[in-house]
């Protein structure tokens, strides 16, 4: 049975008939947060509620590559190289530096402690953007319970000054976030309050001179589930998760097709010597498969 549903024919393009979907690892709680280093060779993740980042690679399989984590959830890389992370348990974004020391970038806005950022970008100007929704603190599952101080935001931290800024603030609570190649386009994940009935959906935001954002039209509402983590690859077309597997959608925002995944996926990023390469984040596993096209260069 094929793994890929294709529902244009442009998905068919994307996909390798022969190319397998592989579980690379097992036994985790609930897997988040792919980040791939191709100078390392290898895929970090968070297991959230094990309070660790996890290291794979081809070479030596799976290893701990931090732990305790603060129970970090998303991850993504800086201009420079480095890590930046979400961490709910500590309630902040930070920075790993090339010698290892970890480098405090936002745990606070207007006097007030951030909830649990949750996923993060960064742009070409090498400001970092970050959502924060209360998930981490709304049980002691992905972090630790507390009280909610602010609402759920999507910042901007300054690459030069440092300040961070809400630049989205309409939101019940913002999930995965990713622009699009030219940078032109934001899209933002909403995974509603917990237990709410909240809509769910993708929404787009037009980006223009300085990076100010307008519009907020919803981009696309995936079925089943809804979307947490999403990538974008060379061509613009965003990837998003889905309860059954990776959904593949238009620049226009229709769908192009699926990877059926037997998980409900949390996450993705592209990866791999060209990027080719879709690495995937589900449940308890995390899985990989080739693909015939490559995420976009800061994917």
């Given at each position: 049975?094929?793994?890929?549903?294709?529902?244009?024919?442009?998905?068919?393009?994307?996909?390798?008939?022969?190319?397998?979907?592989?579980?690379?690892?097992?036994?985790?709680?609930?897997?988040?947060?792919?980040?791939?280093?191709?100078?390392?060779?290898?895929?970090?993740?968070?297991?959230?509620?094990?309070?660790?980042?996890?290291?794979?690679?081809?070479?030596?399989?799976?290893?701990?590559?931090?732990?305790?984590?603060?129970?970090?959830?998303?991850?993504?890389?800086?201009?420079?190289?480095?890590?930046?992370?979400?961490?709910?348990?500590?309630?902040?974004?930070?920075?790993?530096?090339?010698?290892?020391?970890?480098?405090?970038?936002?745990?606070?806005?207007?006097?007030?402690?951030?909830?649990?950022?949750?996923?993060?970008?960064?742009?070409?100007?090498?400001?970092?953007?970050?959502?924060?929704?209360?998930y981490g603190i709304a049980s002691d599952y992905e972090g630790a319970r507390a009280e909610q101080e602010l609402p759920c935001y999507v910042y901007r931290?300054?690459?030069?000054?440092?300040?961070?800024?809400?630049?989205?603030?309409?939101?019940?609570?913002?999930?995965?976030?990713?622009?699009?190649?030219?940078?032109?386009?934001?899209?933002?994940?909403?995974?509603?309050?917990?237990?709410?009935?909240?809509?769910?959906?993708?929404?787009?935001?037009?980006?223009?001179?300085?990076?100010?954002?307008?519009?907020?039209?919803?981009?696309?509402?995936?079925?089943?589930?809804?979307?947490?983590?999403?990538?974008?690859?060379?061509?613009?077309?965003?990837?998003?998760?889905?309860?059954?597997?990776?959904?593949?959608?238009?620049?226009?925002?229709?769908?192009?097709?699926?990877?059926?995944?037997?998980?409900?996926?949390?996450?993705?990023?592209?990866?791999?010597?060209?990027?080719?390469?879709?690495?995937?984040?589900?449940?308890?596993?995390?899985?990989?498969?080739?693909?015939?096209?490559?995420?976009?260069?800061?994917?």
């Amino acid at each position: 049975m094929s793994f890929f549903v294709a529902e244009d024919k442009e998905f068919s393009t994307y996909v390798l008939g022969n190319a397998p979907l592989k579980k690379l690892a097992d036994g985790f709680d609930w897997v988040e947060g792919p980040v791939w280093f191709g100078d390392h060779n290898c895929l970090l993740f968070s297991d959230i509620p094990g309070n660790r980042i996890m290291r794979w690679s081809a070479e030596t399989g799976i290893s701990t590559f931090r732990a305790p984590s603060n129970f970090s959830n998303g991850h993504t890389r800086d201009r420079q190289g480095r890590l930046v992370s979400c961490e709910h348990g500590s309630r902040r974004v930070t920075r790993t530096e090339h010698d290892g020391s970890i480098t405090v970038i936002a745990d606070s806005f207007d006097g007030k402690r951030l909830n649990s950022p949750n996923d993060v970008i960064v742009a070409s100007d090498d400001a970092i953007w970050f959502t924060d929704p209360h998930y981490g603190i709304a049980s002691d599952y992905e972090g630790a319970r507390a009280e909610q101080e602010l609402p759920c935001y999507v910042y901007r931290i300054d690459p030069h000054s440092g300040t961070i800024s809400a630049v989205l603030t309409d939101f019940n609570c913002p999930n995965g976030l990713v622009f699009s190649p030219d940078e032109k386009r934001l899209y933002v994940a909403d995974t509603g309050r917990m237990f709410s009935g909240d809509a769910q959906h993708i929404r787009v935001f037009d980006v223009g001179a300085d990076f100010k954002l307008t519009g907020g039209d919803v981009f696309h509402i995936i079925e089943p589930g809804c979307a947490d983590g999403m990538r974008v690859d060379e061509a613009g077309n965003l990837w998003s998760s889905a309860r059954d597997g990776v959904h593949c959608i238009a620049p226009d925002g229709h769908r192009r097709g699926k990877i059926l995944v037997p998980e409900t996926v949390s996450n993705l990023c592209f990866g791999g010597r060209h990027r080719h390469r879709l690495f995937i984040t589900a449940t308890t596993s995390v899985y990989a498969v080739s693909l015939a096209i490559r995420g976009a260069a800061r994917a």
